[in-house]
């Protein structure tokens, strides 16, 4: 279960984030509204949220996962591939000292995001992406071994992050769309497809027994609560922009 978590507000500068999508620029009021709506569906789920201020000099740093991965025996700081985020990292730093007695950090030429990073159990899935290189999930597979953890490597082949595509529910229940269903390391799970043409919804989140999830795809929230998850939407309009590739 889940005690704590970070979070970041968004930037004025978040507009001048990275995209390869083509919806248009985000509305920054409306983007703090979704994220306050965020943390308070943390907080319904019993966690304990963190709020960090806004970093104007990175547009991308609202998303905060892809510059640590944390594990329930150390934290992992990444160096992440997109070089306009790499000085991200110095931020988190301090913060993960009142959080961990161990931190270890991936160095160059190693790059890793943590949204490539699916952690099961004691088992971690790394996705080779155009974010992270194989220097780097070789980095962090060395820091998981030697606190009891394992890692393993996965190419990427249409999707920007792992987590784009595919998300673990616990349980042995794992949502996945595209190039995952058909993915020989995930046919032991119980695959929830999430079709095509709800692809997005594929980036969900279980905190606690709850599932949080984008708001507008009714096919893939009905397949979730199936399993018997309670759901909780979301309208992330604003930051879907950095999820499509």
């Known amino acids: 279960m889940f005690t704590s978590a970070i979070v ?3 930037g004025k500068s978040m507009i001048n984030g990275i995209t390869s999508a083509d919806l248009g620029q985000p509305d920054y009021e409306k983007a703090l509204h979704q994220h306050e709506q965020y943390i308070k569906a943390l907080e319904k789920c019993g966690v304990q949220v963190t709020v960090l201020e806004a970093d104007e000099a990175y547009p991308d740093s609202t998303f905060i996962e892809d510059v640590a991965l944390l594990t329930k025996s150390c934290a992992i700081i990444t160096n992440p591939g997109a070089l306009s985020r790499q ?14 007695k161990n931190i270890e950090e991936i160095t160059s030429p190693g790059t890793v995001e ?5 952690m099961v159990g004691e088992h971690f899935y790394i996705g080779i992406s155009d974010r992270t ?9 060395a820091h ?12 990427l082949e249409t999707v920007l992050h792992l987590k784009t595509g ?6 042995n229940n794992l949502v996945a769309t595209g190039e995952f269903l058909e993915k020989e390391e995930f046919q032991s799970f119980n695959l929830i497809e999430i079709e095509e043409d709800e ?7 279980w905190v606690n027994g709850t599932v949080i ?33």
Not at 114 to 118: C, P, Q
Not at 133 to 141: K, L, S, V, W
Request: with cysteine; glycine share 8%.
């Open 144 to 155: 998981l071994e030697k606190y009891g953890m394992s890692g393993s490597m996965d190419k």
């Open 8 to 10: 970041r507000t968004p």
């Open 114 to 118: 943590a949204g490539d990073i699916m």
């Open 166 to 171: 595919v998300s673990y529910l616990e349980n």
């Open 199 to 205: 692809t997005y919804a594929a980036n969900c989140i």
């Open 87 to 100: 000085g991200e990292t110095e931020s988190i730093k301090p913060i993960l000292k009142d959080y961990f």
């Open 133 to 141: 290189n194989e220097d780097g999930a070789q980095q962090m597979i």
């Open 213 to 245: 999830i984008p708001a507008g795809y009714p096919k893939a929230q009905r397949s979730i609560s199936e399993k018997g998850y309670p759901v909780i939407e979301l309208d992330v309009s604003e930051f879907e922009n950095w999820m499509v590739d």
